[in-house]
């Protein structure tokens, strides 16, 4: 499967517990997204990551929530001491490099984190 | 910085029947602007995109767009829907792919 790849699709933690949600971007490609779907809301831009540089995490909040795409592997969202506030699903997408990029986006299905 | 509104946050139509879903964006600078659709439980996956040249979009399952510089929109159609078509869809703009923004969505229901 060339797709993006997101893991765990279901994560399920207890208030205060850590999460970690991984995405492999399709073959060739090195920029990542991650985006934030709460129920009936659109998606939000979280962070923008290149491999080994997070480009804009504009939409990261200040605390708990880091994000890493490392040399070697998959990229990482990372939420610490979790809250019920972060049940949500978290889409990673990712794009080719932009020289010669249309644009689009290539979407994973999601990772679902609830709290309990 | 752009930003996408999608008016209708629920459509609700009937099998065969024609469908409108409508996206407008502010910019000022020009933009690429897209479509996608998201079943349950599933990802996005895109529709169609407009980057440049004609206005009429043609993307897939029957879906076109039209974009409109005047009038600042992107709006979705198709001429006769199905039942599979009920999904979300999302309109997006961006200018430089490192700032996708998203509409709100717009949940399509198609009923029998």
């Known amino acids: 499967n060339a797709g993006v790849m997101q893991n765990p699709r279901h994560l399920v933690r207890r208030r205060g517990q850590e999460a970690r949600l991984r995405c492999s971007p399709m073959k060739g490609h090195s920029h990542v997204y991650w985006y934030r779907q709460l129920p009936e809301e659109g998606l939000k831009f979280m962070v923008y990551l290149q491999k080994e540089n997070i480009i804009d995490e504009s939409g990261m909040p200040k605390e708990r929530f880091s994000a890493e795409f490392p040399k070697e592997g998959p990229s990482i969202l990372r939420i610490q001491q979790v809250v019920r506030g972060d049940s949500a699903a978290y889409f990673c997408?990712?794009?080719?490099?932009?020289?010669?990029?249309?644009?689009?986006?290539?979407f994973g299905e999601g990772s679902r984190l609830t709290v309990l | 910085a752009q930003s996408v509104t999608q008016l209708d946050s629920q459509v609700p139509v009937f099998e065969e029947a024609p469908v409108e879903l409508r996206c407008n964006y502010s910019s000022s600078v020009s933009v690429y602007l897209f479509w996608y659709v998201q079943y349950p439980n599933q990802g996005l996956q895109l529709l169609l995109k407009y980057l440049s040249g004609s206005t009429l979009v043609k993307g897939i399952n029957g879906f076109e767009a039209e974009f409109n510089k005047s009038q600042t929109s992107f709006h979705l159609r198709k001429p006769s829907v199905h039942i599979s078509d009920t999904a979300e869809y999302f309109c997006?703009?961006?200018?430089?792919?490192?700032?996708?923004?998203f509409g709100a969505g717009t949940r399509l229901t198609v009923k029998p």
């Open positions: 997006a703009v961006t200018h430089n792919n490192n700032d996708m923004r």
């Open positions: 997408a990712s794009s080719p490099r932009l020289t010669g990029s249309t644009g689009e986006l290539f």
